[in-house]
């Protein structure tokens, strides 16, 4: 199988990293992007080839996967259209819809829409995909191939789903560094060093993940574990309640699925 990458950033990256440790061939993936910086950050990294333009490929693809950003996607599309074969094309752009993707690459209909998240870095990502009415069970296939080489792969039959996507898993990352950041400040003012504060934070939201993942309970459950009538766990969530941080929690998730609908609608019109 012989995979193009537009587009050579960290997802491009990542992905490109996953596959070639799951036993992908070097030869078969090819990267192109404008940048030189990019191209020869991602050569070196991974020793795959990289161009500066399609027109400089001799070769056929079977996969063509766009990891550019939403702003650029109607370009690059317009740009490729007619150049790229019968190859199936998925993209990780965020909020841009297979209706829209069609249309920029002259009704193109092999699609499938993905929406990784950064720690496909380490191989420990989650994607979501869609696959659009044209794309064939082989096409799925190989789309599932390429996500789970950096981590777990959820399916959906209806493509709104991915702009919650989006939110919980795309930007999730986000939301847990936040978190950490609150949580190790705090430690530094009440007195531990920089190190130590560091050390305990992160372990403790690494152990706690993996508590989530590999225990039989839910999340709810294993709060109310940890939580002691009258303790200190109590104190602490109490305060949170009173400041509704659970419900400013949904809300941001909620944004966050509001601003992937719209990056659709505002770049689809293009």
Known sequence: MQILFVGGGNMA?????GMLAQGFPTAAVTVVDVSPEAC???AGRHGVRTLADIGEAREVFDVV??????????????AIAGRIGNALVISIAAGIRTTD????LGGYRRLVRAMPNTPALLGAGVSGLYA??????????????ILAAVGSVVWFES?????????????????????????????????????????????????????AVEGEDPPSVLREKVTSKGGTTERALKNLDAASVKSRIVAAVRAAA????????EFGRI
């Open 40 to 42: 020869a950050r991602i």
């Open 13 to 17: 990256g990542a992905l490109i990293g």
């Open 132 to 145: 659009a009415p044209g794309a064939s069970a082989k096409d799925r296939e190989d789309a599932q191939r």
């Open 65 to 78: 996967l766009l990891a550019v950003k939403p702003q650029q996607i109607s370009e690059v599309c317009r």
């Open 159 to 211: 493509e709104p789903a991915l702009d919650a996507v989006t939110a919980v898993s795309g930007s999730g990352p986000a939301f847990v560094f936040y978190f950490m950041e609150a949580v190790e400040d705090a430690a530094r003012t009440l007195g531990l060093d920089a190190a130590a504060a560091r050390k305990l934070t992160l372990e403790t939201f690494l152990g706690a993940a993996r508590l």
């Open 258 to 265: 509001d601003r992937a609908r719209e990056l659709g609608d």
């Open 101 to 104: 993707l069609a249309r920029w």
